[in-house]
């Protein structure tokens, strides 16, 4: 159980347009899904926390405009990155925390994000 | 906020030896410890936890111990193989509130585990 997939797992796209990332929870429902950025032998730094049904919380330094997240139901969290430019390439990965108080984070498989 | 910080960055162990890799964290407020695995270009996977009420927890070769008064704790991992090489991560957080239990990571340590 507790499985966390990413859609699509990597995407190249040319400097100035958009590219959406999706997260679901394939067997749980999440009531808070994050989304993280991992460059190259780094760790993870959150980039924003997404509860259902309410606006996204960035964190300091992230880009609101620039990195749009919308936490449509339970399942689904979608991650969009306007405007991309070539320093955006990355790999963005989502987590999930289930229903019901629990605490511990599911991550998906990550989408690697390569932009030309 | 909270600072992880995790060492060695690199560990390198001879197949059937133990591994450790050791944390600490900043605010006295986190309660709740997960470690995760992440192979090569695959996001992290939770491999055990802890609560901050507990001391120690084991699963088969992986035991965690914490130390609350310190502020660190430790991954533990018993005869290692060659499977178990990957990059290790932990984190702390606090559960409950605003916070939604965000994680703060670790830099990450890269084991190695030669045949």
């Known amino acids: 159980g507790a499985v966390v997939s990413q859609h699509p797992s990597w995407v190249i796209c040319k400097s100035g347009t958009s590219v959406k990332i999706e997260c679901r929870s394939l067997?749980?429902?999440?009531?808070?899904m994050f989304w993280y950025r991992q460059f190259p032998k780094q760790s993870l730094m959150l980039m924003a926390t997404?509860?259902?049904?309410?606006?996204?919380?960035?964190e300091q330094g992230v880009e609101k405009d620039k990195f749009l997240i919308n936490h449509a139901s339970l399942t689904l969290s979608t991650l969009t990155v306007t405007s991309a430019h070539p320093e955006d390439s990355s790999f963005y990965i989502c987590?999930?925390?289930?229903?019901?108080?629990?605490?511990?984070?599911?991550f998906g498989p990550g989408t690697r994000l390569t932009v030309t | 906020g909270e600072n992880v910080e995790q060492h060695p960055s690199t560990l390198s162990v001879q197949e059937g030896d133990s591994a450790v890799i050791k944390c600490t964290y900043s605010?006295?407020?986190?309660?709740?410890f997960p470690w995760y695995k992440q192979e090569l270009g695959k996001g992290p996977q939770l491999i055990i936890d802890?609560?901050?009420?507990?001391g120690e927890k084991k699963d088969q070769r992986i035991a965690v111990t914490l130390n609350k008064t310190a502020k660190h704790f430790s991954l533990h991992i018993t005869e290692t193989q060659p499977e178990d090489s990957a990059v290790y991560f932990c984190?702390?957080?606090?559960?409950?509130?605003?916070?939604?239990?965000?994680?703060?990571f670790g830099q990450g340590t890269i084991l190695t585990v030669h045949p």
């Open positions: 987590s999930a925390t289930p229903w019901q108080g629990r605490y511990e984070q599911y």
């Open positions: 067997d749980f429902q999440a009531t808070t």
């Open positions: 997404s509860n259902e049904g309410s606006k996204a919380t960035y």
């Open positions: 605010d006295s407020a986190s309660n709740y």
């Open positions: 802890i609560r901050s009420n507990v």
């Open positions: 984190a702390a957080s606090i559960t409950g509130g605003t916070s939604y239990g965000k994680l703060t």
